[in-house]
């Protein structure tokens, strides 16, 4: 099933069907990489500046930006998302191909020139049940992800700055609600949507007339936004730099190879989602989780009940490496750990996998452990789904999402389930995860 359509479940009783956003599962490629044996030493087709890369899937464009630099004579590639820089340093040539690995993911650009300053090839992500490459092409020198030809004055443009109450809904019917919160400046558009599982990460684009486009890719999906916008009739003063106001989006969602859903989304500055600390529970009568996984490490295994974690405050992680929301929050725990360690805190990182092969997982969960210079313990927890994880912790209602975090007295005692997790790209929001998360650490520590 596509991204951010595969583990759809109604909660909460009114039906609201979460979306698990960015960190959940594309069908992607068992096929192993057929390039890349020979160090690359600088590439003839990776020449030094910005270029605008194009993935072609379900008849539609998804663009992104990057730089290639030179660093100690080899090349890196870095991605462009808002604010957002991925650098790419596993790049090595065979032949006139260049493979490049997108970081953690496991996953590849495999390109070769294509003329003066162009690039030809394919995204390639291995690590699935099936086949999956997209068509890839790029060109040196571009700087937008959209072209503005055609745009009317700015004064005609739409403003759609704020927040935006969303629908999404896929082929089958089945929706989930979600906030658009978007910046403005003129035509140009950042800004992402808020879930109760996650969110979209950092979107970029344009208002060009009447039609919205978002787009974004950091290396395991690609997102493309396009909207209608309707006109509420209100026109700003011509001193405005934008135009008019709308009421009303009406849209596509594309995403990567095959993933597609409708949203409509109507202004709201009230819009919010449900509580991320209500979406689950304990089962009733159950206060500890009772789990033992191997440890990423030969030959151990983890537990709450091991004597390292024994009168300390815990932070169970519940991640994959093959998710974009758990590296944002993993950005933020692996630095904040070693910071607030010697305070009486541990983590416990316990890492489900897109496959079944102990061995397999044991190498994506290192690679993203070195990668991220993450210091506390990480577990080989199962397989990359919803059912699994919420099998392999019984005394949890579920587990609605990935990431999701759960908070451990020092008596080893759940006091609370985080869902989802808002990253870097949603602004203020993430300030008020970073201070939540804080906040609650400080609470637990202090009893």
């Known amino acids: 099933m596509p991204v951010a359509i595969e583990f759809r479940k109604?909660?909460?009783?009114?039906?609201?069907?979460?979306?698990?956003?960015?960190?959940?599962?594309?069908?992607?490629?068992?096929?192993?990489?057929g390039v890349g044996a020979a160090?690359?030493?600088?590439?003839?087709a990776l020449t030094a500046g910005t270029w605008r890369g194009v993935?072609?899937?379900q008849g539609q464009e998804i663009p992104f930006l990057f730089d290639v630099a030179q660093d100690g004579g080899k090349p890196t590639v870095t991605l462009r998302n808002g604010e957002e820089r991925l650098k790419l340093d596993e790049i090595s040539s065979a032949g006139?191909?260049?493979t490049i690995r997108l970081g953690v993911f496991d996953a590849a650009l495999v390109v070769r020139a294509d003329g003066a300053d162009k690039l030809k090839g394919t995204w390639v992500k291995y690590d699935g049940k099936e086949p999956y490459r997209v068509p890839f092409a790029a060109t040196k020198g571009e700087q937008q992800l959209f072209s503005l030809e055609g745009s009317k004055a700015p004064h005609s443009s739409f403003k759609i700055a704020g927040n935006w109450a969303t629908t999404f809904q896929d082929a089958g019917g089945e929706s989930y609600q979600a906030v658009g919160v978007f910046q403005q400046n003129k035509e140009m558009v950042s800004g992402t949507?808020?879930?109760?599982?996650?969110?979209?990460?950092?979107?970029?684009?344009?208002v060009k007339n009447d039609t919205l486009r978002l787009s974004t890719f950091d290396g395991s999906h690609a997102f493309l936004f396009v909207a209608k916008l309707i006109s509420s009739a209100k026109f700003l003063p011509p001193n405005n730099p934008y135009g008019f106001?709308?009421?009303?989006?009406v849209g596509d969602f594309y995403s990567g190879k095959s993933g597609h859903e409708t949203w409509t989304a109507m202004l709201d500055p009230n819009a919010k989602l449900p509580d991320a600390n209500a979406l689950t529970g304990m089962k009733p009568g159950q206060k500890k989780l009772a789990f033992k996984f191997p440890s990423i490490y030969e030959g151990g295994s983890i537990s709450p009940s091991d004597p390292k974690y024994k009168g300390k405050v815990v932070v169970v992680q519940v991640l994959g490496s093959w998710c974009p929301n758990c590296m944002d929050e993993t950005n933020f725990l692996a630095p904040w750990y070693e910071k607030n360690k010697q305070?009486?805190?541990?983590?416990i990182g316990l890492g489900y996998e897109r496959t079944t092969d102990q061995a397999v997982a044991t190498k994506k969960l290192l690679k993203m452990k070195e990668r991220m210079n993450i210091g506390y313990d990480i577990a080989v927890a199962g397989e990359a789904n919803k059912d699994a994880a919420s099998?392999?912790?019984?005394?949890?209602q579920q587990v609605l999402a990935f990431p999701t975090t759960i908070f451990l007295d020092k008596k080893g005692e759940v006091r609370k389930i985080h869902t989802g997790y808002s990253g870097p790209g949603t602004g203020k929001y993430y300030e008020q995860e970073v201070a939540e998360f804080n906040k609650t650490i400080d609470q637990l520590l202090a009893e």
Not at 245 to 249: A, T, Y
Not at 391 to 396: W, Y
């Open 55 to 57: 993935l072609s899937a």
């Open 10 to 33: 109604a909660v909460l009783g009114a039906g609201l069907a979460l979306a698990a956003v960015a960190c959940q599962s594309n069908s992607t490629s068992t096929e192993t990489p």
């Open 245 to 249: 106001e709308p009421s009303k989006m």
């Open 391 to 396: 099998k392999s912790l019984p005394q949890l």
């Open 193 to 206: 949507f808020l879930t109760s599982t996650g969110d979209y990460r950092y979107l970029d684009g344009i």
């Open 96 to 98: 006139d191909s260049t």
């Open 343 to 347: 305070r009486g805190v541990e983590i």
């Open 39 to 44: 160090e690359a030493s600088g590439s003839t």
